[in-house]
């Protein structure tokens, strides 16, 4: 976990493009973190933006 949003978000995108899926990154109290996108259960995360290698980044909500 980041307390840096930045940070999350470059390493969000490295970890997309590595694992070749997407990934969502997700804000828990005031820190940030990465999940495959199928792993994350939505009401203990609040998900911010989803990285897919694909197509790029796009907001969650």
Known sequence: MAHDLSLAQ???WN???TLMTPVILFQSD????VLP???INEGEV???I???PY???RPVH
């Open 55 to 57: 197509s790029g980044a």
């Open 37 to 39: 996108a199928d792993e």
């Open 10 to 12: 470059q390493h969000a």
């Open 46 to 48: 609040t998900p911010l």
């Open 50 to 52: 989803e990285y897919d």
């Open 15 to 17: 970890l997309a493009r």
């Open 30 to 33: 005031d820190q940030y973190g």
